[in-house]
């Protein structure tokens, strides 16, 4: 199968394209050993853990195309609410430097029961996936951003036509603090997938927990040496 992202910015395309995410792996992670000591014989570390790598690894990251200086105050109408000023560079007229949403769009609370508005972040990328694929597209949450939060969601990407992809969240700075979010930070992560009609069932197994398992022949990495599938994503 073939995902496309697809770019309205050439100079977009050229210095921050998107990349598949086991090469966007955060240095914390390749930094870290597989074992707390002596290899197969002391306890394993996060790095063992296939479900973690898979999805740090697996789908594609989109990375934030520009320089933006972000400073977070109370809003004019009301200084309960968070809001944002934002700054671009002069030559970056993709995106208007305040889009996004009114904290009466979602009146929910955040961070400690703040108030805040919503800001977006947009990048000139269009994604394009065949006919009955969507994309799961949600913070690369293995980076463990602390600045701001985006949200995740499900866009029918073989079907959207919009030239670029908005992705709203909220600001976690405080009243009268500033950011800088450089070119290049991790954004999104992309995880294209096959839309099928699925039917739940629940049952009931009390035997389940004596049940027999291949686990008992290995003395470590049972999972990865088992069960795991390859995922591939270029």
Same mark, same amino acid.
């Given at each position: 199968?073939?995902?496309?992202?697809?770019?309205?910015?050439?100079?977009? @395309?050229?210095?921050?394209?998107?990349?598949?995410?086991? #090469?966007?792996? *955060?240095?914390?992670? =390749?930094?870290?050993?597989?074992?707390?000591?002596?290899?197969?014989?002391?306890?394993?570390?996060?790095? #063992?853990?296939? +479900?973690?790598?898979?999805?740090?690894?697996?789908?594609?990251?989109?990375? =934030?195309?520009?320089?933006?200086?972000?400073?977070?105050?109370?809003? $004019?109408?009301?200084?309960?609410? !968070? %809001?944002?000023?934002?700054?671009? *560079?002069?030559?970056?007229?993709?995106?208007?430097?305040?889009?996004?949403?009114?904290?009466?769009?979602?009146?929910?609370?955040?961070?400690?029961?703040?108030?805040?508005?919503? &800001?977006?972040?947009? !990048? *000139?990328?269009?994604?394009?996936?065949?006919?009955?694929?969507?994309?799961? &597209?949600?913070?690369?949450?293995?980076?463990?951003?602390?600045?701001?939060?985006?949200?995740?969601?499900?866009?029918?990407?073989?079907?959207?036509?919009? +030239?670029?992809? =908005?992705?709203?969240?909220?600001? =976690? &700075?405080?009243?009268?603090?500033? !950011?800088?979010?450089?070119?290049?930070?991790?954004? $999104?992560?992309?995880?294209?997938?096959?839309?099928?009609?699925?039917?739940?069932?629940?049952? !009931?197994?009390?035997?389940?927990?004596?049940?027999?398992?291949?686990?008992?022949?290995?003395?470590?990495? %049972?999972? @990865?040496?088992?069960?795991?599938?390859? #995922?591939?994503?270029?």
């Amino acid at each position: 199968m073939k995902i496309k992202f697809i770019c309205g910015d050439r100079h977009v @395309a050229k210095h921050f394209p998107p990349k598949p995410s086991s #090469k966007e792996r *955060p240095d914390w992670y =390749n930094k870290m050993p597989g074992w707390l000591g002596d290899p197969q014989s002391s306890p394993p570390t996060l790095k #063992k853990c296939m +479900p973690v790598y898979d999805h740090m690894t697996s789908g594609y990251t989109v990375y =934030n195309p520009v320089e933006q200086e972000i400073t977070c105050g109370g809003r $004019m109408d009301n200084d309960e609410i !968070v %809001a944002f000023q934002r700054r671009f *560079p002069q030559a970056w007229t993709n995106q208007d430097p305040q889009e996004g949403h009114m904290h009466e769009q979602c009146p929910i609370h955040v961070n400690q029961e703040e108030k805040r508005d919503w &800001i977006t972040f947009s !990048v *000139p990328w269009r994604i394009e996936t065949p006919p009955g694929y969507s994309c799961l &597209i949600q913070p690369p949450y293995f980076h463990f951003e602390k600045r701001f939060t985006l949200w995740p969601g499900i866009v029918d990407t073989d079907t959207i036509d919009v +030239p670029w992809s =908005n992705w709203p969240g909220h600001m =976690n &700075i405080a009243k009268g603090e500033t !950011v800088i979010i450089q070119p290049g930070t991790p954004l $999104m992560q992309v995880f294209p997938f096959k839309r099928e009609d699925w039917e739940m069932e629940v049952e !009931v197994d009390e035997g389940g927990v004596a049940r027999d398992t291949s686990l008992k022949f290995f003395l470590t990495n %049972a999972y @990865a040496r088992i069960f795991h599938r390859k #995922k591939k994503y270029k």
